[in-house]
């Protein structure tokens, strides 16, 4: 018989490939719904649904209790958040890959079609395209609403994740992209 710390370890081994199975059945079911929802919208809702999952089996196999005491406990969970966090995060890579990488969808782009010319590329892969895709994924996620012809936050996690991005290039001495420091609040 295995140990509830040896059982959690497969748990927690198996989030990526979990996170996969439920982003399939989240992204179909939001489409089946008729909401138009990127790859990176469900893949968060995906994840934060695998943690509930993740969070309800630790407290099955006895790893989350509070009858080992508060530090066991947090302890524990705090195991548990940054294992599932670092799978999450890998997750996240892939879908990255998977939606943003121009890389990739250049090459499946051709692969797809047999053959492209390059002024089909061209125009599909200009700055316009590139920026319209990238407001429609903020505004899937919820973190922009478009009033058209302008754009307004709505959303503040992902812009918090951002600012700590910034302060991070800001402290290894990574200038800004031009655009932003023009318009960066000073």
């Given at each position: 018989m295995s140990s509830p710390l040896a059982a959690m370890l497969g748990v927690l081994s198996l989030a990526p490939i979990g996170?996969?199975?439920?982003?399939?059945?989240?992204?179909?079911v939001l489409s089946l719904r008729g909401r138009q929802v990127t790859g990176h919208a469900s893949g968060v809702r995906a994840i934060a649904l695998g943690l509930v999952v993740v969070l309800i089996a630790a407290v099955g196999l006895d790893i989350l209790s509070a009858r080992r005491g508060i530090v066991d406990a947090a302890a524990a969970a705090l195991f548990v958040g940054i294992a599932y966090g670092a799978m999450a995060l890998l997750y996240v890579n892939a879908i990255n890959i998977a939606e943003t990488s121009l890389t990739m969808h250049t090459l499946l782009e051709i692969w797809w079609a047999?053959?492209?010319?390059?002024d089909t590329l061209y125009g599909k892969y200009n700055a316009a395209h590139m920026v319209r895709v990238r407001m429609e994924r903020l505004v899937s996620l919820g973190q922009i609403r478009s009033d058209p012809p302008r754009y307004f936050l709505a959303g503040r996690w992902l812009l918090h994740f951002a600012q700590a991005v910034d302060l991070w290039r800001k402290a290894i001495g990574v200038p800004s992209p031009a655009i932003l420091s023009q318009h960066a609040p000073q």
């Open positions: 996170i996969l199975l439920l982003h399939v059945v989240v992204h179909r047999g053959e492209l010319s390059g």
